[in-house]
């Protein structure tokens, strides 16, 4: 910030050289090019464009780890997947992977650059509404200050999971001066909140747009706060109202997508579930619009990413996979599921051409929704042919991501071609779903409420995975799937977290939720190295030897933020 005012001043002092030999002062009257002025974003439609810059920002604008679909920080972090793909490519992954990254790393400043960009967009919004005053109604104020402070509120939201403290920066702050003064000493959750509650009162229930956040939308993410806050009263009361009463913007009442996979297709994009998600795009001229990460999170070689080769990053770890097994339709909650007896048949080893038969043990079928694994339809692609789509096995194991994947029938129109590789698509990707709430929910009651309430909650959603069984062509099911409700009334409490602590595995995996989940229940030293104990000793050059420790609960705050200001102005994480 110190060396941003250093390059103004020697901008403007070469302004002055170039008055000093002008002989006409016109050439200062040309309108900059590439920027607008705020006497051109004043009106109603110049200030609608500013706060939809202030939406762009939430995918990341290309930045690969910066975005809201955490797969970095949330899923491979959270022991859900490994870096995958081969050692030597985005190295940076590598440490995080293992918790052995500094705060001068590459990829530390990821969030939280784009967060703060974002931070910016929606502070230059309420600034540019404030100035505008009368200009526009008071319906307009409200209706564009309410979108800009929950966007903000989501930057920070990002921000304090990662960093847990950082600078807090509102629209009162002069960005001209003074900005490098702001401590990240203050908690960011109540500035969070008071920005949902301001977004709630003001929000309609319903948009004209999609894309755009509704009145729901801000009491889900309101909710889901307080779960982090530990406020589970107040949390339980949103979520009771949301369940009951929400509806998404075009006018459906929420609720789950009858079957699983059909959240992920371009084509049912702001279906029921979706509570709020960055709207993609595919063939607009541009792979920013589109999702700007999952380029590399594809099956290697001939997959879907061919021809380009590309890339085998993002591979469920084997913890994760075993994790679906069942017996009597119930998940194995005692964690024996790594266990020899349980664990889930692979290909570890297996060349595509050798003979393998897939597991033929009970599964819970969101395993086959959400993991490629070999001798198992993969989307309309073709039965996954194992070795011949993973860049390097030993790395990261034999698993390919299937979530957010573009399926054959889409290529052309929810799939770019117009970048390196085919990767990019254009399938919203949801950061609050209906399921994600109805199990916050379930934590909720757990806490505050009613147990049995939450296994209600439970069931809900195990029902629809009942009803949502893989089919390979012939109308047969492509693996052994057997899964159930909860039949027996949960009356201990730790009985219960435990059920809905797997639940959310189960239904949300690699969605960038686990490590997060882990933090606010403060599990993360137990199921890591849980995961690490297996993984590693089956990934031994990827994961050998790693453990987790509480020092990394926190992503440190990026070193070279506290080189530009100094460290009486910011305080680095304990342990970095």
């Keep these: 910030m110190k060396n941003f005012k250093l390059k103004i001043g020697a901008l403007l002092a070469s302004g002055a050289m170039l008055v000093a030999v002008s002989c006409s ?24 464009a500013a706060l939809i810059a202030a939406y762009s920002q939430v995918n990341g604008r290309g930045n690969r780890l910066g975005s809201p679909s955490n797969w970095v920080w949330g899923s491979i972090r959270g022991g859900e997947a490994n870096k995958g793909t081969d050692p030597g490519d985005f190295t940076s992954i590598n440490p995080i992977q293992r918790f052995e990254n500094d ?72 960005y001209g001066s003074g900005l490098e003064e702001v401590k990240n000493d203050k908690d960011l959750w109540p500035f969070i909140i008071a ?52 509806v998404t913007s075009n006018g459906l009442k929420y609720d789950l997508v009858p079957y699983y996979d059909d959240m992920f297709r371009g084509k049912n994009d702001n279906h029921q579930e979706s509570i709020w998600a960055y709207q993609s795009s595919a063939n607009t001229g541009s792979v920013a619009n589109a999702n700007p990460e ?60 050798a003979a393998f038969t897939p597991d033929a043990g009970p599964l819970d079928p969101r395993l086959d929704h959400t993991v490629g694994r070999r001798g198992i339809p993969y989307l309309d692609w073709m039965d996954h042919p194992g070795q011949a789509w993973i860049r390097n096995q030993p790395n990261a194991g034999p698993y390919s991501p299937r979530k957010y994947v573009y399926a054959k029938s889409e290529k052309g129109t929810f799939q770019d071609n117009s970048s ?12 609050i779903r209906f399921a994600d709430i109805l199990l916050l929910a379930a934590e909720a009651e757990i806490e505050a409420g009613s147990a049995e309430k939450a296994r209600e909650y439970v069931n809900r959603i195990r029902t629809r995975a009942i009803n949502s069984l893989l089919k390979r062509e ?20 730790d009985v219960a977290r435990a059920a809905v602590r797997h639940e959310r595995l189960l239904e949300l995996g690699m969605e960038g939720h686990r490590f997060y989940d882990l933090q606010r229940w403060g599990t993360a030293k137990q199921e890591l190295d849980f995961y690490f104990a297996y993984d590693g000793a089956k990934l031994s050059s990827a994961l050998g ?32």
Excluded at 26 to 44: H, K, M, R
């Design 25 to 48: 002062e016109e050439f200062l009257e040309v309108p900059p090019v590439g920027q607008l002025s705020e006497n051109q974003l004043s009106s109603l439609a110049g200030l609608d």
């Design 420 to 431: 390196w590789t085919p990767g990019y698509t254009g399938i919203n990707f949801m950061i």
């Design 103 to 174: 705060a001068a790393g590459g990829d530390m400043g990821s969030k939280y650059n784009v967060a703060y960009e974002g931070v910016a967009r929606a502070n230059n919004v309420l600034r540019l509404v404030a100035k505008a005053g009368d200009a526009i109604s008071a319906n307009d104020q409200a209706r564009l200050s309410a979108q800009a402070r929950f966007l903000r509120a989501h930057f920070y939201f990002e921000l304090a999971r990662d960093y847990n403290r950082t600078p807090y920066v509102d629209e009162t702050v002069d």
């Design 474 to 493: 012939d109308g047969s099911n492509a693996a052994n799937y057997e899964i159930s409700t909860y039949t027996a009334a949960w009356t201990d409490k």
């Design 545 to 576: 030897g790693a453990t987790y420790t509480d020092k990394f609960k926190w992503v440190p705050i990026p070193q070279n933020q506290i080189d530009l200001v100094g460290t009486d102005i910011l305080t680095q994480n304990p342990g970095f």
């Design 294 to 353: 999952f380029d590399l999170n594809f099956p290697y070689n001939t997959g879907p990413a061919g021809p380009g080769n590309c890339c085998g990053f993002f591979q469920p770890s084997f913890t994760f996979v075993n994790a679906f097994r069942t017996k009597d339709g119930l998940p194995l909650l005692d964690k024996s599921y790594n266990s020899a007896a349980n664990e889930v048949k692979n290909d570890m080893g297996v060349a595509s051409g």
């Design 195 to 246: 920005d949902l509650e301001f977004a709630i009162s003001k929000l309609p229930a319903t948009q004209p747009q999609v894309g755009r956040v509704n009145a729901w939308a801000a009491k889900s993410y309101l909710g889901k706060v307080y779960m982090y806050t530990k406020e589970f009263t107040k949390a339980k009361s949103l979520f009771d109202d949301v369940i009951a009463n929400g």
